[in-house]
């Protein structure tokens, strides 16, 4: 009887050290890929990182929502049928914010932890319809959605200060993320992973799900490199991977809505 409880306790022992090194090896896992920032801590770091953008009207001049009612209407009337489509995760978790920052000169996009969205004019004017704007929301509304932009700040900056930026302890590393975002580069899996959901994300809606796709096609045509493509480095044929997602889907063709994204670059100053 000795022997058997011994070897029962012993098997207890070792099935609990199995489960301790388990969540051990989980938790080291989440702090590499920086999720241990819960959803909440993404928006406070979201809403901070607003506030900043707010006060910065030299390197952000944000177009004013009062001034350009239309615009606004129509760059949430875009942001609005994707996250209806119902396949954002994040739909009800997230500020979804979109916000328009006047300058012409600039081809790009991003969105922050959290879900604030912000989008140049440069682009909105560049590009031909309202389908390849969505695709390239569908895209930022993915490095949102699938946490992508906060596992890069954690890699860039550290778990700690991020986590001490949200505590409200580190007001100077704040200003540098705010200095850097249009320059925070995605890596390859990332971007990858932001084209197949921006298809995802559209496929159920009036759009063609492939607006990222002419996008990608359109931008590749510039004779120097768009700020967008440097910060959302080619993990290499992306159209081609595009398509091939859209094809497996079952290639319902969608809308462009050209004559209504005339109006809404018409509204712009």
């Not at 695709?135 to 986590?163: C, F, K, N, P, W």
């Amino acid at each position: 009887m000795y022997y058997f409880r011994t070897m029962k306790n012993f098997i207890l022992v070792f099935l609990a050290s199995v489960f301790l090194l388990s969540m051990s090896c989980k938790k080291s896992t989440e702090v590499a890929s920086g999720l241990l920032f819960s959803l909440d801590d993404d928006k406070k770091l979201g809403q901070q990182t607003a506030d900043q953008i707010l006060a910065d009207s030299i390197n952000y001049p944000l177009l004013s929502e009062t001034a350009y009612p239309n615009a606004y209407a129509h760059l949430k009337q875009i942001r609005d049928t994707i996250l209806n489509g119902g396949m954002v995760a994040h739909k009800n978790d997230f500020v979804w914010q979109v916000k328009i920052i006047k300058n012409d000169s600039v081809l790009n996009a991003f969105c922050t932890p959290g879900g604030y969205i912000y989008v140049y004019t440069g682009i909105i004017k560049y590009l031909d319809n309202e389908d390849q704007l969505a695709g390239v929301l569908g895209h930022e509304i993915a490095h949102a959605d699938r946490r992508h932009s906060i596992q890069q700040m954690t890699e860039v900056y550290g778990l700690q200060a991020l986590l001490a930026v949200v505590a409200g302890n580190n007001p100077g590393q704040l200003t540098q993320i705010v200095a850097n975002l249009t320059v925070l580069k995605f890596s390859r899996d990332h971007e990858t992973e932001a084209d197949t959901y921006s298809v995802i994300y559209l496929y159920p809606t009036a759009y063609d799900a492939r607006g990222a796709k002419y996008f990608f096609e359109k931008i590749k045509g510039q004779s120097s490199t768009p700020a967008f493509l440097s910060t959302h480095p080619d993990p290499g044929d992306r159209v081609t991977n595009i398509e091939t997602k859209w094809t497996s889907m079952g290639s319902k063709v969608g809308q462009t809505f050209e004559t209504r994204y005339q109006d809404f670059k018409n509204s712009l100053p």
